[in-house]
């Protein structure tokens, strides 16, 4: 099965910050991952899929980058709503694993 | 407006079964993968089961092979999943996921439902 890590596990950062969060996986997955963002007590929302291609509605400043095994989900500009945490996931192959989270707030 | 509307949570004994049902409206039901995606409290996302448009392929993850069962009926919009020998460690909100694709070989979520809550416990 296909591991997903993601660094750091949480961050805080002050509105306007560019944050970037890592996500890596175990064995290559081309460019077959997404990222999920789920703010509190609320349902997942899927942010990008491809590994970079925003999925509709979602702002312009989230964006993402990489392929194979290595990839970054990057908020160019911090904001009060971003407060969430982020998954990333493998929808490549079953089991369809998600990255552990990375939990992002507000200083 | 895609809606998808879990049902069937509750609290149930160790080694006990149930049956959760997703009722989905908003788009042709039957041209859709479905999963059922679970989160236990305070943890993360966990796939566990999903099956392609038409019923005809289905994938599971290790941890509920061999005790639950997903299926669906698309004359009724509805997804099931049917969950037996239920153990501590299988508490958690389940919540029923639209794939992007027809196939569950590639399970990308664009829609899920609201989750029902399933407790195990004596």
């Known amino acids: 099965d296909i591991q997903m890590t993601q660094s750091p596990s949480s961050l805080s950062a002050s509105v306007g910050d560019r944050v970037t969060i890592t996500c890596r996986a175990s064995?290559?997955?081309?460019?077959?991952l997404a990222w999920y963002q789920q703010r509190p007590g609320k349902v997942p929302k899927l942010l990008l899929y491809?590994?970079?291609t925003l999925q509709s509605g979602v702002p312009s400043r989230f964006s993402g980058s990489g392929s194979g095994t290595d990839f970054t989900l990057t908020i160019s500009s911090l904001q009060p709503e971003d407060v969430a945490t982020y998954y990333c996931?493998?929808?490549?192959?079953?089991?369809?694993?998600f990255g552990p989270g990375t939990k992002v707030d507000i200083k | 407006e895609v809606q998808l509307l879990e049902s069937g949570g509750g609290l149930i004994q160790p080694g006990g079964s149930l049956r959760l049902s997703c009722a989905a409206s908003?788009?042709?039901?039957?041209?859709?993968?479905m999963s059922w995606v679970r989160q236990a409290p305070g943890k993360g996302l966990e796939w566990v089961l999903g099956?392609?448009?038409?019923?005809?392929?289905?994938s599971y993850a290790d941890s509920v092979k061999g005790r639950f069962t997903i299926s669906r009926d698309n004359s009724k919009n509805t997804l099931y999943l049917q969950m037996n020998s239920l153990r501590a460690e299988d508490t958690a909100v389940y919540y029923c996921?639209?794939?992007?694709?027809?196939?569950?070989?590639?399970?990308?979520?664009?829609?899920w439902g609201q989750g029902t809550l399933v407790t195990v416990s004596s």
């Open positions: 996921a639209k794939g992007v694709y027809s196939t569950v070989s590639t399970s990308l979520f664009d829609h």
């Open positions: 491809a590994a970079s």
């Open positions: 996931q493998n929808y490549n192959s079953a089991p369809f694993t």
């Open positions: 064995q290559g997955i081309s460019n077959y």
């Open positions: 099956i392609s448009g038409s019923g005809g392929s289905t």
């Open positions: 908003g788009f042709t039901f039957s041209s859709y993968a």
